[in-house]
């Protein structure tokens, strides 16, 4: 069974410009999560999906980031502008329901110069 | 901010020896709490993971100890091996439903 898929692993971007991050969850999990991880740190969440509806963003700095998961299937988290704090790993994970075990992807490294 | 992340809390241990990953948390309403690991340029990767029901649960060369009355889990690997080199992550979810992750801790597994 495949895994959570992200792409891409790597984005190197200057300062201003958009971004975009794809995620494709295990197939069957209605839960969907995109974190935010910086490094040495622990991921702290930035939106949960629960199929279509996003039932907390209540971390995601709305003036520069959106999301969407249009079919509750994949999903799309964009940034735009980026800025240089911006620089992170962007982690997806999924779950078959809310509050069972998280299942992550490899997550994309967002380097912004 | 605070490059709190770059000093992460370190365990050194010698291949083959047990390993003991302490970790506080700080919701008594949480009830579910779970170990991960993360090896470089991976996501977490799920360990074990335990109710509040419980107060020991063990898995292939895993055991998770949670002790609520101090709000203390703990992770024991046992006869380490170089593989278990990562950085460890316990989480708990208050309600069922937001993940709060710990700092981590970094284990290096000397051969």
């Known amino acids: 069974e495949a895994g959570v898929v992200q792409s891409p692993r790597y984005k190197i971007i200057e300062k201003k410009q958009p971004v975009a991050f794809w995620c494709n969850p295990i197939s069957g999990h209605n839960t969907l999560y995109w974190y935010l991880q910086n490094l040495g740190q622990g991921p702290e969440l930035l939106i949960r999906y629960e199929n279509e509806e996003a039932v907390d963003d209540s971390q995601l700095p709305k003036d520069r980031f959106s999301a969407e998961r249009l079919k509750g299937v994949d999903s799309t988290l964009k940034i735009q502008p980026a800025e240089l704090g911006d620089s992170a790993v962007y982690l997806c994970?999924?779950?078959?329901?809310?509050?069972?075990?998280?299942?992550f992807g490899p997550g994309t490294r967002l380097t912004v110069l | 901010g605070e490059s709190v992340g770059l000093h992460l809390p370190t365990l050194s241990v010698q291949e083959g020896d047990n390993s003991i990953i302490n970790c506080a948390y700080s919701n008594s309403a949480s009830d579910y709490f779970i170990w991960y690991k993360q090896e470089s340029g991976k996501g977490p990767q799920f360990i074990i993971d335990?109710?509040?029901?419980?107060d020991k649960r063990q898995g292939q060369r895993v055991t998770v100890l949670l002790n609520k009355t101090v709000k203390h889990l703990s992770l024991q690997i046992a006869a380490t091996q170089p593989g278990d080199s990562a950085v460890y992550f316990c989480a708990e979810k208050p309600g069922g439903f937001k993940t709060i992750f710990g700092a981590g801790t970094r284990l290096f597994v000397k051969a």
């Open positions: 335990i109710r509040s029901n419980m």
């Open positions: 994970a999924s779950s078959l329901s809310p509050s069972g075990r998280e299942f």
